[in-house]
């Protein structure tokens, strides 16, 4: 389904109550921190959310796939780089103060102005390696 939200601006309940889901791309020069990455200006990545449900507890499913240009390590040349990564976040209700959570039980707060835009570029750079570098020796 191709998306009619608005994504820095993103409406999770209607979202959730309608159980849609978005196939969609958006052009890598809408993103402020990876912009740099990009081949070309004609770039995009393409991403898919969705809404599952498990014993009554919602989850958001998301999954990126984009290919970046990043500098090897080794010799400081262009290293193309694709991103391909699938996770899934409990939707949890606001209430208060936030309790705190482990590492590995990710939440994310139900609010009616979710910045979506923004959240996919922060799993783009939890993502990116460290120390980027050619499959084959280079100096």
Do not use: W
Not at 84 to 93: D, G, I, M, P
Not at 111 to 126: M, V
């Amino acid at each position: 389904m191709k998306n009619n939200y608005n994504l820095q601006n993103f409406d999770l309940y209607r979202f959730i109550a309608k159980k849609e889901k978005i196939c969609d791309k958006i052009p890598v020069f809408k993103f402020n921190r990876i912009s740099d990455f990009k081949f070309s200006d004609n770039d995009s990545l393409f991403y898919d959310v969705s809404v599952s449900e498990d014993l009554g507890q919602y989850f958001f499913n998301l999954n990126i796939n984009i290919d970046l240009r990043l500098l090897c390590c080794r010799c400081l040349e262009d290293v193309e780089f694709t991103l391909k990564t699938s996770n899934r976040y409990e939707l949890v209700q606001a209430i208060g103060k936030s309790e705190k959570h482990v590492i590995d039980d990710i939440k994310i707060e139900i609010i009616d102005n979710f910045d979506l835009l923004s959240f996919i570029e922060d799993e783009i750079l939890l993502e990116l390696p460290t120390s980027p570098k050619h499959a084959f020796k280079c100096n």
